[in-house]
C-alpha cells in the first residue's frame, strides 16, 4: 500500500471540499435576501435560496475532511519512518 499516495488523494479531496465550501459560502452571502424578499422569507411566505440552506453543510463536510487529511499526512509521515528505520536497521544488520 503507497501511503504517500493515499495522504495525497485525501489532501486533493479536502481542498476540493474546501474550496466548494467557500465558494458556496460567497454563493449564500450574495443570495441572502434583503428588504422585502428577507421579510417574506421571515413571515414564510417564501422560502430562502438552497444555497444558504446548504452552506453550512458544506463548510461542515469541508472541516471534516480537513481533519481525515491531516491525519491521513501524519499517518503516511509515520508509516514512512518505520520503512526508513527499518531499511536502516537492516543495512546495519547487513554490514556487520
Do not use: C
Not at 5 to 17: D, F, G, K, P, Y
Not at 24 to 37: H, M, R
Not at 61 to 67: C, N, V, Y
Request: no cysteine; glycine share 10%.
Amino acid at each position: 500500500m503507497n501511503h504517500d499516495r493515499i495522504a495525497t488523494r485525501v489532501e486533493h479531496l479536502s481542498l476540493a471540499t474546501g474550496i466548494l465550501a467557500g465558494l458556496s459560502a460567497a454563493g449564500a452571502v450574495l443570495a441572502e435576501p434583503t428588504g422585502l424578499d428577507a421579510f417574506g422569507v421571515w413571515l414564510g411566505i417564501t422560502d430562502e435560496p438552497l444555497i444558504i440552506k446548504v452552506a453550512p453543510i458544506l463548510g461542515s463536510l469541508a472541516t471534516a475532511s480537513g481533519t481525515l487529511s491531516g491525519f491521513t499526512y501524519f499517518w503516511a509521515q509515520r508509516k514512512k519512518r518505520k520503512i526508513q528505520t527499518r531499511t536502516t536497521d537492516n543495512n546495519d544488520t547487513l554490514a556487520r
